[in-house]
């Protein structure tokens, strides 16, 4: 018979124990917590689940891959270094064409009273904000502020500056502009929810593109939304380049005879002709934004 001096001993361990739980986070019978404050969309692209934080116990390990007609590159082998011309600003080149591309893609983190330079002569340039805010100022000295989700396509020659006060993260992409008689592009600032939703025939995922598709415009940016499950119906072969960044979620992506688990933060090169097809995974909606080359006759 056990003695009622232990019982008592055991009793007050596991009312110990509960008192502790019921005090913590993690406890069965804990108390609500106060909600932390949700992430601000786009969060993960520059805060990754694999950034290079969480790899310092797997030396060399990277999921970047580069293959003559695709690459994968991911944040743990961003490379960053000033910006040529741009003030108090790192930049991570993403695509360029000595992989084969004819535009170039990179990141632009501009730092606490950063600004940008212009880019060389008969270069278009779109800039897209992925965190905090620049405000964009045109030859009229005229300023418009862009926050997360929006972007601004400057057209070649057009003089500019991108200004940043505090911190920002943007995507650019650029490419040598490619006149078609007499057609002429023109300045556009707008931001992803004020663009309509866009028929996709055959096809469940929702997309919106950014710029007009008039024939003044050698490319477009699509933005792609998946539910959970969803994918593309048509397994893409074309003429068509594309550069892409996924924006939220996760997902898998076939590229030629390769099928790579992708999240948000990633970015992807497609050449001409590369097999491609993508599947949303996860609990929450993918978001991908999509250069593509358009309006141009591909000889």
């Known amino acids: 018979m056990r003695s009622p001096h232990l019982i008592a001993f055991f009793f007050i361990i596991i009312i110990s124990l509960f008192v502790s739980a019921s005090k913590s986070d993690d406890g069965f019978c804990s108390a609500p917590s106060i909600e932390e404050k949700p992430k601000p969309i786009y969060?993960?692209?520059?805060?990754?689940?694999?950034?290079?934080?969480?790899?310092?116990?797997?030396?060399?390990?990277?999921?970047?891959?580069?293959?003559?007609?695709?690459?994968?590159i991911t944040p743990e082998s961003h490379v960053y270094s000033p910006l040529p011309d741009?003030?108090?600003?790192?930049?991570?080149?993403?695509?360029?064409?000595?992989?084969?591309?004819?535009?170039?893609?990179?990141?632009?983190?501009?730092?606490?009273?950063?600004?940008?330079?212009l880019p060389p002569k008969n270069i278009e340039r779109l800039v897209f904000v992925?965190?905090?805010?620049?405000?964009l100022t045109n030859t009229s000295s005229s300023s418009i502020k862009l926050t997360v989700d929006s972007y601004a396509y400057l057209p070649p020659n057009f003089h500019h500056s991108l200004d940043c006060a505090e911190?920002?993260?943007l995507v650019v992409f650029e490419r040598r502009y490619e006149l078609l008689g007499s057609h002429t592009t023109e300045l556009i600032v707008g931001s992803t929810d004020k663009q309509p939703l866009l028929d996709t025939p055959g096809e469940v995922f929702e997309l919106r593109k950014l710029l007009p598709v008039s024939l003044a415009y050698d490319f477009n940016i699509h933005i792609?939304?998946?539910?959970?499950?969803e994918f593309l119906n048509v397994k893409e072969v074309h003429y068509n380049q594309h550069g892409l960044l996924l924006l939220e979620g996760q997902g898998i992506y076939r590229l030629g005879d390769n099928w790579?688990?992708?999240?948000?933060?990633?970015?992807?090169?497609?050449?001409?002709f590369v097999p491609q097809w993508y599947a949303a995974l996860g609990k929450t909606r993918s978001r991908y934004l999509l250069y593509k080359d358009v309006n141009r006759n591909p000889l």
């Open 43 to 72: 969060w993960k692209v520059t805060n990754p689940t694999l950034s290079p934080s969480h790899l310092q116990d797997l030396p060399g390990y990277t999921r970047s891959v580069y293959k003559p007609d695709h690459a994968l």
């Open 86 to 117: 741009w003030t108090n600003t790192l930049g991570a080149y993403l695509i360029t064409p000595a992989m084969g591309s004819h535009f170039v893609m990179y990141f632009a983190k501009m730092k606490e009273m950063s600004s940008s330079s």
């Open 130 to 135: 992925v965190e905090g805010a620049v405000t």
């Open 167 to 169: 911190s920002a993260t």
């Open 224 to 229: 792609m939304d998946f539910q959970p499950g």
């Open 260 to 272: 790579y688990p992708v999240q948000a933060g990633d970015v992807i090169w497609m050449a001409p």
